[in-house]
T-cell receptor, first 116, second 109 residues
Framework: GAGVSQSPSNKVTEKGKDVELRCDPI?????LYWYRQSLGQGLEFLIY????????KSGLPSDRFSAERTGGSVSTLTIQRTQQEDSAVYLC??????????????FGEGSRLTVL | QKEVEQNSGPLSVPEGAIASLNCTYS??????FFWYRQYSGKSPELIMS??SNGDKEDGRFTAQLNKASQYVSLLIRDSQPSDSATYLC?????????WGAGTKLIIKP
């Protein structure tokens, strides 16, 4: 497919377990963003990748959250020792270059995480 | 800290009327402004961008920018029930977009 692909689409886990969320951006898109969106809320920025490097990790809520991107393509967001407040939809988005000029971010369908 | 403010709504508009969505931003040097639409349970999608003062029209949608007042708006003419969604305003940051919390729009048939 030509769009941003995220997996799993839904994840239910128990408190204290680790989870991995995957994002496969549009081919050729160098910028990749992770956001979190709680029910009825706006987008919370988590981390930005340009290529494989992450110039800004300031949005990660705690040291339980980490992300990596390999080969300038697929990215994985890992949440360790999940807590109930981590329940949200995690959205990945990519853009051809730095997004600030065109504003054109292409979003995946999201991974809905529920922590019991 | 750069901020983007929107009224969370919901904004209820009769079908066929004009829906007016507003957004203010704090950083006076912002250059690029964007409106995204997010249907319930779906991801945001870009619908309009504007960079210069004045109006920009695209079909039933008009974006308006006033940099002196640090204000950007989105007008939707002849509103349709399919326009019911949350509209997110975004402004360029250093390397990412700064997002408003969104305004929920409900078009009543």
């Amino acid at each position: 497919g030509a769009g941003v692909s995220q997996s799993p689409s839904n994840k239910v886990t128990e408190k204290g377990k680790d989870v991995e969320l995957r994002c496969d951006p549009i081919s050729g898109h160098t910028a990749l963003y992770w956001y979190r969106q709680s029910l009825g809320q706006g987008l919370e920025f988590l981390i930005y990748f340009q290529g494989n490097s992450a110039p800004d990790k300031s949005g990660l809520p705690s040291d339980r959250f980490s992300a990596e991107r390999t080969g300038g393509s697929v990215s994985t967001l890992t949440i360790q020792r999940t807590q109930q407040e981590d329940s949200a939809v995690y959205l990945c988005a990519s853009s051809l270059a730095q997004v600030t000029n065109t504003g054109e971010l292409f979003f995946g369908e999201g991974s809905r995480l529920t922590v019991l | 800290q750069k901020e983007v403010e929107q009224n969370s709504g919901p904004l209820s508009v009769p079908e066929g009327a004009i829906a007016s969505l507003n957004c203010t931003y704090s950083d006076r040097v912002s250059q690029s402004f964007f409106w995204y639409r997010q249907y319930s349970g779906k991801s945001p999608e870009l619908i309009m961008s504007i960079y210069s003062n004045g109006d920009k029209e695209d079909g039933r949608f008009t974006a308006q920018l006033n940099k002196a007042s640090q204000y950007v708006s989105l007008l939707i003419r002849d509103s349709q029930p399919s326009d019911s969604a949350t509209y997110l305003c975004a402004v360029n940051g250093n390397y990412q977009l700064i997002w408003g919390a969104g305004t929920k729009l409900i078009i009543k048939p």
